[in-house]
């Protein structure tokens, strides 16, 4: 009984600290959805810039960092206080708004520590102090900060997709979520499928259907969880994104052309694979064999 119970608080207690480091990270992250598109597209600029022998005109002061500088309001430019910048609480304190302009501040900000907070957490509880658990938050910090910045930028950085999938590869060399061959294959597989998917929907329609970085960041997911968690993954993406398309085309009257980005659906996908991904695949066999 006594073993049991502190055993539980072990768990609470690793759980407790993963939610309040979770909140920080969280807090990083939305940093990283704001200012890495910024960054990246600076650098593009400068690039084009040089190869076409046009003289730069951004000046090194405008280059933004994901530390500098101090975070401001978009609205009345007022620097962000450090008792406002407490992960939730201050934007509960503030109710939303900023302490100067009461310009109303983005709902993405708590919503982003909350859910990486709530993983964190959760992966602490149930995982322990275990390798699992230390690439798993890797994983999911990931796939938060690369569909924050899809939604907002339709853009997934292969800064972020190709680093995923050698850090899946390394993370299976000991098989911490699949044999090493399973996950070169699922590497392979994950960019193919897509690639063929992509090729296929441009010759029947002459359209784009999804673009590069999805294919990167499927190859990534491979590298994670292996070939044969692919397919979960493929469905359940497409089906929801299909699912919300047609909602927002019914709903919020938006025409039928609308890009909807794509990566959301599979960080979403990929993640629900790595966690219960198994237990999915063993039910739909014993549901559908007789
Ligand atoms: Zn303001």
């Known amino acids: 009984m006594s073993t049991f119970l ?4 072990y768990s609470g207690a690793l759980a407790a600290v993963g939610f309040c480091f979770g909140l920080l990270i969280g807090s990083f992250l939305n940093v990283v959805i704001l200012r890495f598109p910024q960054q990246l597209y600076r650098r593009w600029s400068v690039e084009s810039q040089d190869i076409l022998g046009i003289e730069n005109k951004a000046t090194e ?4 960092t994901l530390a500098w500088p101090a975070s401001r309001c978009p609205k009345c430019g007022t620097r962000v206080r450090p008792w406002h910048n407490i992960p939730v609480l201050s934007y ?3 109710k939303g708004r900023c302490a100067s302009c009461s310009a109303s501040i983005s709902a ?4 982003v520590e909350l859910l990486t907070a709530t993983i964190i957490a959760l992966l602490a509880y149930f995982y322990g102090a275990t390798a699992t658990t230390f690439y798993s938050v890797i994983l999911a910090c990931c796939l938060i900060a690369l569909a924050g910045i899809d939604l907002k930028e339709r853009l997934l950085p292969d800064q972020i997709t190709l680093p995923l999938l050698w850090l899946g590869l390394f993370a299976n060399i000991n098989g911490v979520f699949a044999p090493l061959p399973d996950a070169v294959l699922g590497a392979i597989a994950g960019y193919l499928s897509l690639w063929g998917i992509y090729w ?7 359209k784009e259907g999804m ?8 190859a990534a997911l491979g590298a994670w969880l292996g070939w044969e968690l692919l397919p979960l993954v493929i469905v359940l993406s497409s089906a929801a994104g299909a699912i919300v398309g047609v909602l927002m085309i019914i709903i919020g009257g938006k025409d039928r052309n609308l890009q909807i980005p794509f990566g959301p659906f599979l960080s979403t996908a990929g993640w629900i694979a790595l966690i219960w ?6 039910w ?3 549901a559908f064999t007789f």
Do not use: R, W
């Open 61 to 64: 002061e405008s280059a933004v």
């Open 211 to 218: 673009g590069y970085g999805d294919f990167k960041l499927l």
């Open 6 to 9: 502190s055993a539980e608080l």
């Open 284 to 286: 739909y066999l014993s």
């Open 200 to 206: 296929l929907f441009k010759l029947i329609t002459g």
């Open 108 to 111: 993405q900000y708590p919503l």
């Open 92 to 94: 509960l304190f503030l």
């Open 277 to 282: 991904g198994d237990n999915m695949i063993t």
